[in-house]
């Protein structure tokens, strides 16, 4: 388990990664007020998700590694953010956006439904034989369009689409890509909660 000062240094060395300033050309996408994401949690063992983080980093946008103690960072960071603190009166929860493994996503995604929030999107991106990454993307069509651009790598593309979650008819793509540096056997999951919108 992570401390909390573990946990803001693993913060503040990400910051000296770069991971406010992107590293390739990715499409400008414009952002709704109401649907944007305020926090996005990063499995920092990954490259791939770290260089999605560095893709998605904007000005209001506040990234956060995803310490082995999930629950220390629920309960210390999101919770008190999605309204939960007693005796007070909230705003409507805000979306918070994640690159992480499934199990990181399943234990988020538990915590998440005491709010009523749910999963908007999805991302699965699986390693595969012959160099190849597969994503299975499930979401609202907006969103969902975003994550493939093919004047871009992948991680740009997915970076900036997880900025924001607009309202939408769900749909689902599946594409491959080259794999790049990360050479993970685990599955990586680009995810976005919020509450449940029309559409």
Sequence with gaps: MFSRRQVIGCGLAASALGLGSPL????????ARATRVTHLLVDARFDDAMEIARQAAMPG??????????????YDQLAPMLGQARGQERVPPSFFAGVTTERGLFLLSTLAQEHRLRVRFTARHAAQRGGLITHDIA????????????SVPWQSAVGTALRSCPEGRPIQMRFSSPRGADRRDEALVSWVIGPALSG
């Design 24 to 31: 390739h050309a990715a499409p400008v996408f414009p952002v």
């Design 61 to 74: 946008l506040e990234i956060l590694p995803l310490p082995r103690d999930v629950l220390e960072l629920w």
């Design 139 to 150: 979401g609202p069509a907006a969103l969902v369009s975003r994550c493939r651009a093919p």
